[in-house]
Nanobody
């Protein structure tokens, strides 16, 4: 059974950093894209970043460009989200999600494009 397991969340002060991990296991690891989404209480789920294809290509929400970096380690079947210069508005539950087939840059941060989801890890940015 395919599983995505997030880790690395926690409480951090504004301006601090966290690195989230998304470990992939199961019957196949031959996916096309993995993306990170976040959801704050009372708000819709928001696409944060995506890594896709063999290049790989990366996509970022405008709100995190220059602060967050997505990467992957194929040997470990893990995708990372390095988050720097964190702000209180970055708080929320962070989820990784997988899509098996091609997705364009225009749709890469759209939650409806993804087939498999992890359970999430909580990030709280507060002083």
């Amino acid at each position: 059974q395919l599983q995505l397991v997030e880790s690395g969340g926690g409480l951090v002060q504004p301006g601090g950093s966290l690195r989230l991990s998304c470990a992939v296991s199961g019957f196949t690891t031959d996916y096309y894209a993995i993306a990170w989404f976040r959801q704050a209480p009372g708000k819709e789920r928001e696409g944060v970043s995506c890594i896709r294809g063999s290049g790989p290509r990366t996509d970022y929400a405008d709100s995190v460009k220059g602060r967050f970096t997505i990467s992957r380690d194929n040997a470990k079947n893990t995708v990372y989200l390095q988050m720097n210069s964190l702000k209180p508005e970055d708080s929320g539950a962070y989820y990784c999600a997988m899509r098996m087939t091609f997705v364009s840059s225009r749709l890469a941060l759209s939650a409806g494009q993804y087939d498999y989801w992890g359970q999430g890890t909580q990030v709280t940015v507060s002083s």
